[in-house]
């Protein structure tokens, strides 16, 4: 949002504030304004919606965000699910280029793509654990796309001569996909 949706995102939280019996200060919303403007003001309308149909007590602007996201555990359940569409699809052998770049992050943390993909395979329990701590990390600590590769290898050979970008532009694209209620955090 910028400072020409203050008026409508007041008026949306006013309402909001007014189901619950809250008492707003001018002080109050300008904060939760500060807070949410990262957010679209539809998507600050979409969320003041859900959290009508759905709570008891007036939401802190975190609750906002977790009532259009899910909590970061909600977020990497989502990144694992195209963790275990790219292990069937793509299996280890082939590089991959996740548009979720915290699952690069993830993945490189828990030993690479290769050795990911071949304990999915094997149904070793570590590996759930392991990418939702890493990716969790990766949300709270605010990871960006120039932090990570722009793919990852796989372990299949590499033709002599053939360079990253060669590779690069060869590795299979893993889209994000959305949950039924839940966008991805930072990825649209």
Not at 54 to 70: D, H, I, T, W
Request: charged share 25%; proline share 5%; glycine share 8%.
């Amino acid at each position: 949002m910028n400072d020409t949706d203050f008026e409508e995102f007041a008026k949306a939280i006013a309402g909001l504030a007014e189901l619950y019996g809250q008492r707003l200060t001018s002080k109050k919303v300008t904060l939760f304004f500060e807070a949410c403007r990262e957010l679209s003001l539809a998507q600050v309308v979409e969320a003041v919606k859900r959290r009508m149909r759905s709570e008891r007590f007036f939401p802190s602007p975190v609750e906002l965000f977790e009532a259009l996201y899910g909590t970061f555990e909600d977020q990497a359940m989502m990144a694992w699910g195209d963790v275990l569409w790219a292990v069937t699809h793509c299996g280890a052998s082939r590089p991959v280029k996740f548009a979720d770049y915290r699952i690069h992050f993830s993945l490189e943390h828990m030993g690479g793509w290769p050795r990911v993909a071949l304990a999915v395979k094997e149904g070793q329990g570590w590996v759930f654990k392991d990418f939702k701590m890493w990716y969790v990390f990766a949300l709270k600590r605010g990871v960006s796309p120039d932090e990570v590769r722009p793919y990852l290898p796989g372990n299949g050979p590499i033709p002599y001569g053939v360079t990253a970008q060669d590779i690069e532009a060869h590795a299979q694209v893993i889209p994000a996909k959305e949950g039924t209620y839940l966008s991805r955090m930072g990825l649209n």
